[in-house]
């Protein structure tokens, strides 16, 4: 059985498809773009757009009755490699609280939609 998860607090589904899906006890939060409330890219920075998409994230999960230590995946896409580095430091700072890291990939991509320059997806556990 599958159910569909939306948040009020995290953007919209910009196209067809749900903000999230809990299925069994798995939670899978499709690619969230660094959309502030307002519906607009506010972050200028790597760091500032990946704050916002995991935040963005974690209103997802909360819905679903879960948190960011119920991660077990994340993938990051990142428009240059280069930005890497700040978007890493803003991650691990944005989940320093969490029990254990989750699994992770990164994926270089030339372009994200609408110019952000971070989208990321996620896996999370909950029994």
Do not use: C
């Not at 879960?66 to 691990?92: F, G, H, Q, R």
């Amino acid at each position: 059985m599958k159910k569909q998860i939306h948040s009020e607090h995290a953007p919209p589904p910009g196209g067809y498809y749900s903000q999230g899906i809990h299925a069994g006890p798995f939670i899978f939060v499709s690619g969230q773009l660094p959309f502030a409330a307002g519906g607009q890219i506010e972050a200028e920075t790597a760091a500032g757009q990946t704050r916002q998409a995991l935040a963005n994230v974690e209103m997802i999960l909360a819905e679903a009755q879960a948190s960011m230590d119920n991660l077990v995946s994340v993938t990051i896409y990142v428009s240059d490699i280069d930005l890497w580095p700040k978007v890493n430091e803003a991650y691990e700072v944005y989940l320093d609280d969490v029990s254990i890291p989750p699994a992770r990939a990164v994926v270089p991509t030339q372009e994200l939609h609408f110019g952000a320059l971070v989208e990321i997806s996620a896996i999370a556990y909950r029994e």
